[in-house]
């Protein structure tokens, strides 16, 4: 009898505790965050904070976006920084108009496809100087502010100078993928004179600093995009990598520039969701809406095993595209308005069996035809979408002496295999995982979101999409909600779906559905991280205020004034 009494104290505990939440969800979550003149949301509290200072200082959200990329540059080394590369989306109220900007870095001019298979190589390294491409994250800075910017870079730049000098708290989840960096890079040049702090990478609450990177800020704050690509910069990354082995000049430097280019959408039950087109994926969160739009996901349910199996077919198809067809638009015509368009889906659709997962899924005939993400708002109604990294978290291990930072390893995404879209020439922009995104109702801003995490990122948006759409959620309970993960041997420099893949669900999901999914067939895994890592900025028209969300997986924080 008192084993009976204690078993119901506890249901009726549980019971109360599902009712107390303000939210009405069941999952972990927190409150948004409500602010009328502005808004920044990053996955670092003090680059938060930088953005917020630059908008209450004359900035608009162009400048906040900078100013908090430099800064978790230097605090989050682990997902980006000026070795790397940038894309964004923005929203300019006066114009009523979408920009997209591609920022991605090129292929050294004196690097063959030869090199490679005469020296045996079937794929490009993953560290080391062979994968470094260009760095396009400082001319993408310069980008956004000649076209938009509101404040002088001096500016923006400062206070990242003065964390870099004075230093700041190291997080402990930084201080985690940085001690893993230490067992990958320990022995590469100069990575121990930048990223070592009494012998080791720094802990939880150390007091981090990165004079060499300050210098570095100063000398861009002072001669602007030609302080990075060229003089005293451009000429110790060359020199470092050329001496390393790798082949990226100073030339590949100098010659560098970005793209303007206009960002694609499709519409998912009114509202447009906007991505930007290849070299990068997003379109493949755009290819899996329009195959889920076909169905009626709300009377599913959220964590049922019939949404998570429909929503891994949908996305086995669009991967498979994406392993195919995602490349360089330079070099490759990539009938990308098709690809997204209502009628492709219509041809893809009745590869979804609503009963049974799919074991080999190829992608479709067309004829010829883990990072950081922030998000910024100001009081004049622009918003920006902004994602940048090094790849492979901290990069190519390769870190030029007195910079301050790390070079990426985007050139590792290329392919070795003749005739792929995606396959190495010089001078060409790597297939790229990183991918900003934007809603629009009505043509009117909506929100600005992303989410980090390699091949996550556009399962993680057509989450976030339907969760706010589909399943009513708030934009923070959207972020919080468990996620889906698919993967599989499909590598995405080509190759289809083989063997099924495998399914990782975060904790959350209730064990019932789990064994269903099992029953139709999927290979259920549970794994620690890799969902991915969200920060997004809503605009309410009506009452003319923003909200902010961000990460609770990682360090995240929205804040607003």
């Given at each position: 009898?008192?084993?009976?009494?204690?078993?119901?104290?506890?249901?009726?505990?549980?019971?109360?505790?599902?009712?107390?939440?303000?939210?009405?969800?069941?999952?972990?979550?927190?409150?948004?965050?409500?602010?009328?003149?502005?808004?920044?949301?990053?996955?670092?509290?003090?680059?938060?904070?930088?953005?917020?200072?630059?908008?209450?200082?004359?900035?608009?959200?162009?400048?906040?976006?900078?100013?908090?990329?430099?800064?978790?540059?230097?605090?989050?080394?682990?997902?980006?920084?000026?070795?790397?590369?940038?894309?964004?989306?923005?929203?300019?109220?006066?114009?009523?108009?979408?920009?997209?900007?591609?920022?991605?870095?090129?292929?050294?001019?004196?690097?063959?496809?030869?090199?490679?298979?005469?020296?045996?190589?079937?794929?490009?390294?993953?560290?080391?100087?062979?994968?470094?491409?260009?760095?396009?994250?400082?001319?993408?800075?310069?980008?956004?502010?000649?076209?938009?910017?509101?404040?002088?870079?001096?500016?923006?730049?400062?206070?990242?100078?003065?964390?870099?000098?004075?230093?700041?708290?190291?997080?402990?989840?930084?201080?985690?993928?940085?001690?893993?960096?230490?067992?990958?890079?320990?022995?590469?040049?100069?990575?121990?004179?930048?990223?070592?702090?009494?012998?080791?990478?720094?802990?939880?609450?150390?007091?981090?600093?990165?004079?060499?990177?300050?210098?570095?800020?100063?000398?861009?704050?002072?001669?602007?995009?030609?302080?990075?690509?060229?003089?005293?910069?451009?000429?110790?990354?060359?020199?470092?990598?050329?001496?390393?082995?790798?082949?990226?000049?100073?030339?590949?430097?100098?010659?560098?520039?970005?793209?303007?280019?206009?960002?694609?959408?499709?519409?998912?039950?009114?509202?447009?969701?906007?991505?930007?087109?290849?070299?990068?994926?997003?379109?493949?969160?755009?290819?899996?809406?329009?195959?889920?739009?076909?169905?009626?996901?709300?009377?599913?349910?959220?964590?049922?095993?019939?949404?998570?199996?429909?929503?891994?077919?949908?996305?086995?198809?669009?991967?498979?595209?994406?392993?195919?067809?995602?490349?360089?638009?330079?070099?490759?015509?990539?009938?990308?308005?098709?690809?997204?368009?209502?009628e492709y889906a219509d041809t893809r659709i009745t590869e979804i069996n609503p009963n049974r997962a799919a074991?080999?899924?190829?992608?479709?005939?067309?004829?010829?035809?883990?990072?950081?993400?922030?998000?910024?708002?100001?009081?004049?109604?622009?918003?920006?979408?902004?994602?940048?990294?090094?790849?492979?978290?901290?990069?190519?291990?390769?870190?030029?002496?007195?910079?301050?930072?790390?070079?990426?390893?985007?050139?590792?995404?290329?392919?070795?295999?003749?005739?792929?879209?995606?396959?190495?020439?010089?001078?060409?922009?790597?297939?790229?995982?990183?991918?900003?995104?934007?809603?629009?109702?009505?043509?009117?801003?909506?929100?600005?979101?992303?989410?980090?995490?390699?091949?996550?990122?556009?399962?993680?948006?057509?989450?976030?999409?339907?969760?706010?759409?589909?399943?009513?959620?708030?934009?923070?309970?959207?972020?919080?909600?468990?996620?889906?993960?698919?993967?599989?041997?499909?590598?995405?420099?080509?190759?289809?779906?083989?063997?099924?893949?495998?399914?990782?669900?975060?904790?959350?999901?209730?064990?019932?559905?789990?064994?269903?999914?099992?029953?139709?067939?999927?290979?259920?895994?549970?794994?620690?991280?890799?969902?991915?890592?969200?920060?997004?900025?809503?605009?309410?028209?009506?009452?003319?205020?923003?909200?902010?969300?961000?990460?609770?997986?990682?360090?995240?924080?929205?804040?607003?004034?």
């Open positions: 009898m008192k084993k009976l009494f204690c078993t119901i104290l506890i249901l009726l505990s549980l019971k109360s505790f599902s009712q107390d939440r303000i939210t009405g969800e069941l999952f972990s979550t927190r409150s948004e965050v409500i602010a009328e003149n502005g808004m920044v949301a990053t996955s670092h509290p003090l680059a938060t904070l930088v953005g917020v200072d630059i908008l209450k200082n004359g900035g608009n959200a162009v400048d906040a976006a900078i100013a908090a990329n430099a800064a978790i540059g230097l605090m989050e080394p682990t997902g980006n920084g000026i070795g790397g590369d940038l894309f964004a989306i923005i929203w300019i109220e006066k114009e009523k108009k979408l920009y997209g900007l591609n920022a991605s870095g090129r292929s050294p001019k004196n690097l063959t496809l030869d090199y490679f298979k005469k020296n045996n190589m079937t794929a490009i390294p993953a560290y080391g100087p062979l994968p470094v491409s260009v760095p396009g994250c400082v001319d993408g800075w310069f980008e956004m502010h000649n076209r938009f910017g509101s404040i002088s870079m001096k500016k923006i730049l400062d206070p990242a100078i003065k964390y870099a000098e004075n230093g700041f708290p190291m997080t402990e989840l930084v201080s985690y993928y940085m001690g893993i960096a230490d067992k990958n890079f320990n022995e590469y040049p100069n990575f121990k004179e930048t990223y070592h702090l009494n012998g080791s990478t720094p802990k939880k609450g150390e007091i981090f600093k990165n004079p060499d990177l300050a210098n570095t800020f100063k000398l861009i704050a002072k001669k602007g995009r030609k302080g990075f690509y060229e003089g005293k910069v451009a000429q110790t990354i060359s020199d470092f990598i050329i001496e390393q082995g790798g082949f990226l000049s100073y030339d590949d430097l100098k010659n560098h520039k970005s793209d303007w280019i206009d960002p694609v959408s499709t519409n998912y039950r009114g509202y447009d969701v906007w991505e930007l087109p290849p070299n990068g994926q997003g379109i493949a969160a755009l290819q899996i809406l329009n195959l889920l739009e076909k169905f009626d996901i709300k009377s599913m349910g959220f964590g049922s095993a019939e949404y998570i199996h429909h929503f891994t077919e949908a996305k086995k198809i669009a991967f498979a595209d994406r392993a195919k067809y995602y490349a360089d638009m330079d070099f490759n015509k990539i009938p990308v308005d098709y690809l997204i368009s209502k074991r080999t899924v190829s992608a479709g005939e067309i004829e010829n035809g883990d990072t950081i993400y922030l998000t910024t708002a100001d009081s004049e109604g622009n918003m920006v979408s902004l994602i940048q990294s090094n790849y492979r978290g901290m990069g190519s291990g390769m870190v030029p002496p007195g910079l301050g930072f790390m070079l990426q390893d985007r050139g590792e995404m290329f392919s070795l295999e003749d005739g792929h879209f995606n396959v190495y020439e010089p001078e060409k922009r790597p297939f790229h995982t990183i991918i900003p995104a934007f809603i629009t109702k009505d043509n009117d801003p909506y929100i600005s979101f992303g989410l980090m995490g390699g091949a996550m990122q556009p399962q993680g948006h057509a989450q976030i999409v339907i969760n706010l759409i589909d399943f009513e959620m708030n934009l923070q309970e959207a972020g919080d909600a468990p996620r889906i993960r698919h993967t599989s041997n499909q590598q995405p420099t080509g190759g289809n779906m083989l063997d099924g893949g495998e399914l990782s669900l975060e904790s959350g999901f209730d064990y019932k559905e789990i064994r269903k999914l099992q029953k139709y067939g999927h290979k259920v895994i549970f794994s620690l991280g890799s969902f991915g890592g969200y920060q997004a900025i809503m605009y309410d028209k009506e009452a003319g205020v923003y909200y902010g969300a961000s990460e609770s997986r990682k360090d995240g924080s929205a804040m607003g004034y």
